[in-house]
């Protein structure tokens, strides 16, 4: 058998990547900024169809810094942010010299808990100190409960940065995922479902945010012919060639999300006549999920739980992985408040990511399957 390692989300060529990065360099737009970022972020736009305004950059790590910088977070002010994330989430808000308040998850969504999400806010205004954002993560690719988290972002006025780093393709009640936020974001990292190499955007509601977004992103240049900076500025504008890979990669967006569904359905398959281990999946069509990544909850029993999964995958040369570790449970983070029940605890306790690449073969899916089979027959 072919044991060449399967890996855990690997980005698929749509073959039309060529055409546009050719054309930047025949024309020597080999920079941050050109025609392929102009064209991207109207594509995107478009794509969107709620008419937001799209800033391509560098990362989605970079548009979260700027979502925080043009809401005016600044050192000492305290923003909220889903404990069950990526770091890229959280860090951020040190960047500001903010400090971070976690909120738990919770279990039909695996996303920020609308309970403890309000009691977070109370104890903090209790406390003199009303939080100035809050970061909603829909993880995984899953939409998180929209409607009661905006419920609760305009009953006390604080704006919501929707984070929607693995959720291009994603929507809630047919609206796409991004456009939900009052700033939302993507990522184009190598493992997403589509791909610039590097790279992320930031979604505004207007014009004039956009053009503040990218004033931050190339460097804060005061309008002077000489270069003049009055404010902080960032290295944050995508590059023209990046853009070039992400209009080839726009393409097959529709595909791959198929695609990942399809990846969710054969691992529901596979393990629906196995008992202790539940595949993820939306609680009912209002949630629809491009399964990013396809996970499961192990239920430990004395002869197996998910890491020695994790292992017998790995024996095959496949890659697995554990679901993110919560933030309150970081090194870095555990200082800071948290608000919640262990949900996410729980679910970092159990829970395992599997194969999901949009270009998985059949021959993948079958050394999966193998793996699967002969490891709940022990």
């Not at 409960?145 to 609760?152: L, N, S, T, W």
């Not at 890491?307 to 983070?333: D, G, T, V, Y």
Request: proline share 4%; hydrophobic share 35%.
């Amino acid at each position: 058998m072919d044991n060449k390692r399967i890996y855990l989300s690997l980005s698929e060529q749509s073959g039309f990547e060529h055409e546009y990065i050719q054309k930047a360099l025949e024309t020597n737009w080999i920079t941050s900024g050109g025609p392929n970022v102009d064209e991207f972020e109207s594509v995107l736009e478009n794509y969107l169809e709620e008419k937001p305004f799209v800033s391509a950059l560098n990362s989605g790590t970079s548009a979260i810094h700027l979502a925080l910088i043009l809401l005016g977070v600044k050192e000492g002010d305290e923003v909220i942010c889903q404990s069950m994330t990526f770091s890229a989430s959280a860090n951020p808000i040190l960047y500001q010299g903010a400090i971070p308040i976690f909120v738990d998850s919770e279990m039909d969504t695996w996303n920020i808990c609308p309970e403890y999400l309000e009691a977070a806010i109370e104890d903090r205004i209790k406390k003199g100190k009303k939080p100035k954002a809050i970061i909603a993560v829909h993880l995984y690719g899953n939409p998180y409960k929209v409607d009661e988290i905006h419920a609760i972002s305009d009953k006390y006025d604080i704006p919501i940065i929707e984070d929607s780093a693995e959720a291009l393709g994603s929507s809630y009640k047919g609206k796409k995922c991004g456009s939900f936020g009052d700033f939302g974001i993507f990522s184009f990292n190598g493992n997403k479902i589509i791909t610039t190499s590097s790279g992320g955007a930031l979604i505004t509601n207007s014009k004039e945010l956009k053009e503040k977004a990218i004033f931050y992103a190339t460097q804060s240049k005061d309008d002077a012919v000489h270069y003049q900076h009055s404010q902080i500025g960032y290295n944050y504008r995508m590059s023209n060639i990046c853009a070039g890979v992400g209009l080839g990669q726009i393409k097959i967006l529709d595909k791959n999300v198929d695609s990942r569904r399809k990846i969710n359905s054969f691992y529901k398959e596979i393990f629906k006549n196995i008992e202790g281990v539940d595949v993820f999946e939306s609680i009912n069509e209002n949630y629809f999920s491009n399964y990013w990544l396809s996970t499961i909850l192990v239920e430990p029993n004395k002869n197996r739980n998910k890491e020695s999964l994790r292992l017998a995958f790995e024996k095959a040369n496949i890659e697995c992985r554990p679901l993110w570790k919560p933030m309150h449970l970081q090194p870095i983070f555990e200082k800071y408040p948290y608000y919640g029940n262990r949900i996410a605890e729980n679910l970092f306790e159990k829970g395992l990511c599997l194969p999901s690449g949009s270009n998985l073969s059949i021959e993948d899916k079958k050394r999966i399957k193998e793996v699967i089979v002969d490891f709940f027959k022990k």
